[in-house]
């Protein structure tokens, strides 16, 4: 069984910054693909970023591009999300979540509320 929890959510103002992490425990993290998701009010849950097993590899939604990073520190069972030039539309609750061959292990995420 895996637990991830998600942390550095809060409150900030446009343009502002926030890192977000997400530790893992009950399972190295060091297989596994990492994605962070976000979920606005009112809207679906939508892919944010991920990052590959060894972190060569990232992907992100076109709305975060050049603003948000991911990255991952295996030895810390950690994965991060650098939060950059934050909009109000940036606003939502965001999670973690670990895909180990067929199964997938979600946190109970964190607040971003942007004001403006």
């Known amino acids: 069984q895996v637990q991830l929890v998600e942390s550095g959510g809060g409150l900030v103002q446009a343009g502002g910054s926030l890192r977000l992490s997400c530790a893992a425990s009950g399972r190295t993290i060091s297989g596994s693909a990492m994605v962070w998701f976000r979920q606005a009010p009112g809207k679906e849950r939508e892919f944010v970023a991920g990052?590959?097993?060894?972190?060569?590899?990232?992907t992100y939604t076109d709305s975060v591009k050049g603003r948000f990073t991911i990255s991952r520190d295996n030895a810390k069972n950690t994965v991060y999300l650098q939060m950059n030039s934050l909009k109000l539309e940036d606003t939502a609750v965001y999670y973690c979540r670990g895909t180990y061959g067929p199964a997938s292990y979600w946190g109970q995420g964190t607040q971003v509320t942007v004001s403006s």
């Open positions: 990052i590959n097993w060894s972190g060569s590899t990232t």
